[in-house]
């Protein structure tokens, strides 16, 4: 019976193990072991790098970047925000999900690539002040989480089978976790942003 449950849902235990070797990693505090040989990384990024460079020499570059960033941290809030709601049934519902979800999960992807790029840019900046912030390990983590949850759970799920054959309960579950994961990405960025 466990072998059968566990290759229904492999990549469900996959991620879920990935949480509990985080979760381990922060109890045992491997992580604060790790955490001071990045250092010169961060600094090599900020000083020695061309990226680094750009951001700490011409403002307007940053700035640009920035706004770029901020965009396309914008059409992934959107993009969930739609797809989640909709599942939740309190958006578009006389739109089929599967159309909503399919068409969402493209421009989702794109959003991501260039929120990552911009975002490599933008730390690489203040590469420096990061480093030290608590917040910015924690989105990244969450950034982690939201994009493993994203390809590995929630799409695949939801392109196995039509939508009005997947358990309610599961959808409305899957979507307020999407919800969850994401506006904590958010407000993390925000709150570098802040700091």
């Known amino acids: 019976m466990l072998s059968n449950l566990l290759s229904n849902y492999r990549t469900v235990a996959g991620l879920a193990f990935v949480v509990l070797a985080v979760v381990l990693v922060e109890f045992f505090e491997v992580r604060a072991s790790i955490y001071p040989s990045l250092l010169p990384f961060f600094e090599w990024l900020k000083y020695s790098s061309w990226i680094g460079y750009l ?43 599967e159309t909503i979800t399919k068409g969402t999960h493209q421009c989702f992807k794109y959003s991501l690539m260039v929120a990552i790029a911009t975002g490599i840019f933008c730390a690489a900046g203040v590469a420096d002040k990061v480093y030290y912030m608590p917040v910015f390990w924690i989105k990244m983590l969450a950034l982690l989480t939201g994009s493993g949850f994203m390809f590995f759970i929630k799409q695949p799920l939801l392109n196995s089978r039509p939508h009005h054959e997947i358990d309610p309960w599961t959808l409305r579950i899957l979507a307020a976790a999407s919800i969850f994961i994401w506006f904590t990405v958010a407000a993390t960025g925000r709150w570098i942003g802040f700091s």
Request: aromatic share 4%; hydrophobic share 50%.
């Open 55 to 97: 951001g700490i020499t011409y403002g307007s570059v940053y700035a640009t970047i920035q706004a770029g960033h901020l965009i396309s941290m914008a059409i992934i809030g959107g993009t969930v925000l739609v797809t989640d709601l909709r599942l939740l049934g309190v958006l578009l519902k006389d739109i089929p999900s």
